[in-house]
């Protein structure tokens, strides 16, 4: 069965943390993995990868992916109250260019305590 | 550029009542997608279409969720009838096409609450 597996589903820290956040897949034909930033709203783009161990950077946000292992990480700075919210991790896949699919992991809940 | 247009924002329904929800997807783009999310759960993909085409509805509960994009443009999403599980936020979404470099853009999304 295709999944995605977020760790952990909550984590609180205090403003200047430094967090990792990490998702697992188990997919067939993987063609790419996001990350969303879901506050109380639709989920927003911030990264897209699909090449093994090139880093993505944002500002503070920065995320890397490991396709032999099948897992990616997201890290986030010196954090800031504004940085609370759920992060999803989605995988892209499939064996055609036009029956794709994409699942979401379950979301880390993130709370940045000042 | 104009992002993805839902509507109705909010929905309180009783129990075996029906509902619809429209999408109005980013302009040029041929994916769309309906999404189901549960409080403290991720998205729940129900269907993807590929302009006015069905790719994917294999998690569509299909005895009582109807989907339909006639034109390939804007789609709308019906329940009927509800039940008080389908409480949710039904995220609509949408992408240039499919492939590994076509990023998703979603809506603000249509929160059902059933009563």
């Known amino acids: 069965e295709d999944k995605v597996v977020q760790s952990p589903l909550s984590l609180v820290v205090h403003e200047g943390d430094t967090v990792t956040l990490n998702c697992s897949y188990e997919v067939t034909n993987f063609r790419s993995l996001l990350w969303y930033k879901q506050e109380k709203k639709a989920p927003t783009f911030l990264f897209m990868l699909?090449?093994?161990?090139i880093e993505k950077k944002s500002g503070r946000l920065s995320s890397i992916l490991d396709k032999k292992e099948l897992f990616s990480i997201l890290n986030i700075t010196a954090t800031q109250t504004g940085d609370s919210a759920v992060y999803l991790c989605?995988?892209?896949?499939?064996?055609?260019?036009?029956?794709?699919?994409?699942?979401f992991g379950q979301g880390t809940t993130l709370q940045v305590k000042p | 550029e104009a992002g993805v247009a839902q509507s109705p924002r909010y929905k309180i329904i009783e129990k075996r009542q029906s509902v619809a929800f429209w999408c109005n997807p980013i302009s040029g783009h041929a994916t769309l997608y309906w999404y189901q999310q549960i409080l403290g759960q991720g998205p729940k993909l129900l269907i993807q279409?590929?302009?006015?085409?069905?790719v994917d509805d294999s998690q569509l509960p299909k005895d009582r969720f109807s989907a339909e994009r006639l034109k390939g443009v804007d789609s709308t999403l019906k329940i009927q009838p509800a039940k008080l599980e389908d409480s949710a936020v039904y995220l609509c979404?949408?992408?240039?096409?499919w492939g590994a470099g076509n990023t998703i853009y979603f809506g603000e999304g249509s929160w059902l609450t059933v009563v």
């Open positions: 279409f590929q302009n006015n085409g069905v």
């Open positions: 699909t090449s093994s161990g």
């Open positions: 989605a995988v892209s896949f499939g064996v055609s260019s036009n029956t794709g699919k994409l699942i």
């Open positions: 979404a949408s992408s240039p096409g």
